[in-house]
């Protein structure tokens, strides 16, 4: 047991944490327990959705593919194409400058300067995943108001960067 | 907090019962895509919820009402955009700090304006960003989502 914890780092602090516990319970410190009890109220509530939430996370990973609406990108204009781009950015993960790949991937397709930064900024703040996590976290009002309220500022932002990149022959480039 | 499991527990399981009945397979291979993702990052988890019971026991609740609560003022502001802004945080790892901030006192535009910036505004990123769309337009973009990241924060902290 020992030395798949030393070969294996990725569990260096559960096995302290679990240790310090131990130990804490054994000679009665009380600091140590205080740690773990928040740590036990963490858990629970951490146990309670998460794995929930990554298993509606992964039906729709299956259900509605990447791949499929990509295709469609680059054909769709006005309304629709500004929803297909929200609607894609929604289906992703990951942390922001995951997305700059795509967003060259968009720009080849044919996408226009407003969807790529709206992709941007759906990206960052619509993935279904993190509003999952961020319901379960903070609440439905909380998510429904920062949401609601981050959608006009970043399809906003798109509009006024398109605008002002309207002549200045911009373009992504490819890493 | 166990209100909003059960919303997750019953959407989780009408959706499995939804797919499943649509298409065996898939539903199979969406559920172990599911557990995998979830295995990928429970250890990490684990490691956030460690130290965010470490930090919680160190850092006394009227410090964090203080500077990051209602009555904090600009600094309600100014700390958490600029923390947001400059550290790059795993989503899933913020959301829990997020928690716990609001229950020791801290606002809701604060927890708001953190959120945003860390979501949008990437200063560590930002050399990588610029070889994508060039130096001045990656500074643009990063400028007005930090202010939109204030207004969202106001905002918010306006329904509460």
């Not at chain 1, 109220?41 to 791949?67: A, C, N, R, T, Y």
């Not at chain 1, 992709?119 to 949401?147: C, D, H, N, Q, W």
């Not at chain 2, 006394?60 to 600094?75: M, Q």
């Amino acid at each position: 047991m020992k030395i798949s914890f030393t070969q294996n780092k990725k569990y260096i602090w559960l096995a302290a944490f679990v240790t310090a516990t131990i130990i804490s319970y054994l000679f009665d410190f009380n600091p140590g327990r205080k740690v773990f009890a928040n740590f036990t109220q963490f858990f629970i509530e951490m146990i309670s959705f998460i794995p929930f939430l990554f298993i509606i996370v992964g039906l729709f990973d299956v259900w509605f593919p990447k791949e499929e609406i990509e295709k469609h990108i680059g054909e769709s204009s006005g309304l629709k194409g500004m929803l297909l781009v929200i609607i894609l950015a929604m289906l992703q993960a990951g942390p922001l400058y995951g997305a700059f790949p795509v967003a060259y991937i968009l720009y080849k397709k044919g996408a226009s300067i407003k969807n790529i930064f709206i992709y941007l900024g759906a990206f960052a703040s619509l993935k279904i995943p993190m509003l999952g996590i961020e319901i379960g976290y903070l609440g439905v009002k909380f998510t429904m108001i920062r949401t609601l309220t981050s959608l006009p500022l970043f399809v906003g932002i798109g509009y006024l960067l398109e605008w002002y990149l309207r002549d200045k022959r911009f373009k992504v480039y490819e890493i | 907090m166990i209100n909003n499991a059960i919303i997750f527990v019953a959407v989780a399981m009408i959706l499995t019962a939804v797919s499943y009945l649509l298409d065996r397979e898939k539903t199979k291979a969406g559920l172990k895509k599911g557990l995998q993702m979830f295995k990928g990052i429970a250890v990490p988890f684990l490691n956030i919820l460690i130290l965010v019971s470490l930090v919680l026991y160190f850092v006394p609740p009227d410090f964090i009402a203080k500077y990051l609560g209602r009555n904090s003022g600009i600094w309600g502001f100014v700390i958490p955009a600029v923390i947001g802004s400059i550290t790059l945080i795993p989503g899933f790892i913020s959301y829990p700090i997020a928690a716990v901030l609001i229950r020791q006192g801290a606002s809701y535009t604060t927890v708001a304006t953190f959120m945003t910036t860390l979501m949008m505004v990437g200063i560590v990123t930002l050399p990588l960003e610029a070889k994508y769309f060039g130096f001045r337009v990656a500074v643009i973009r990063n400028t007005l989502n930090f202010f939109a990241a204030i207004v969202i924060g106001l905002l918010v902290g306006l329904c509460y």
